[in-house]
């Protein structure tokens, strides 16, 4: 059973190591910034709620964000295991979480922290491209599409996420070292806690969280 977060600050490489563990391991991917955005874009109560947040890059409240990963997780895909991606972001988060996952026997199994040098973070963030159609996500510089804007997945046209700009990048910045940081600590004292050198190529994360999901950990 693999009951997996992923963890690591913004720009660490997270969504794309989600999609390639998603695709070897068969898991389904629970990304709260995706929900919120898809909601954002349907202009439900949520997504209105959580976009005013996320354009500032601010985090959306705990109530808000436990609620949507409860509903989430009580589907019966997840029975199967699941991938968090970007949720615990806080310690109210994560005490939140372990206490709904004993509830229903699915403890976390492993913890991977993507760590990542903050100088280079800024330029990877400035050179992500996004497809706001399917959710896929290029670099310009490490991960490009096939024609240059545009989505290999779904033809849609590559943009900067609003949060990606670097007056609100900073501001998630700063809201990950605050907030969520602490929780590298609390998974290490949970025993359950994998680094993985984040700035290493795609290939090589991937094959080092490979490495740490068969030990089983
Ligand atoms: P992400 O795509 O994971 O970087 O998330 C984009 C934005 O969604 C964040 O900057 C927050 O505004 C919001 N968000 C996503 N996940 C969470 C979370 N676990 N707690 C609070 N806000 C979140």
Do not use: W
């Amino acid at each position: 059973m693999l009951n997996i977060i992923i963890m690591g600050p913004p720009g660490a490489g997270k969504g794309t190591q989600s999609e390639l563990i998603i695709k070897n391991y068969g898991i389904p991917h629970i990304s709260t910034g995706d929900m919120f955005r898809e909601a954002a874009i349907n202009k439900t109560t949520l997504g209105l709620e959580a976009k005013a947040f996320m354009d500032r890059g601010e985090l959306v409240p705990d109530e808000v964000t436990i609620g949507i990963v409860r509903e989430r997780l009580s589907k019966d895909d997840c029975a199967k295991g699941f991938l968090l991606d970007g949720f615990p972001r806080t310690l109210v988060q994560a005490e939140a979480l372990k206490t709904l996952l004993n509830e229903i026997n699915r403890p976390i199994t492993s913890v991977i922290n993507l760590a990542v040098n903050e100088k280079l973070l800024i330029d990877r963030i400035s050179s992500r491209r996004v497809c706001p159609k399917c959710g896929a996500s290029y670099n310009l510089l490490t991960k490009t599409s096939k024609k240059e804007g545009i989505c290999d997945n779904c033809q849609g046209e590559l943009i900067l996420r609003d949060d990606d700009r670097p007056e609100s990048f900073k501001v998630r910045l700063e809201a990950y070292k605050a907030k969520t940081l602490p929780l590298v600590e609390y998974y290490k004292k949970e025993g359950l806690l994998s680094e993985v050198d984040g700035l290493a190529s795609i290939e090589e994360v991937f094959k080092s969280i490979q490495e740490i999901l068969s030990k089983g950990k």
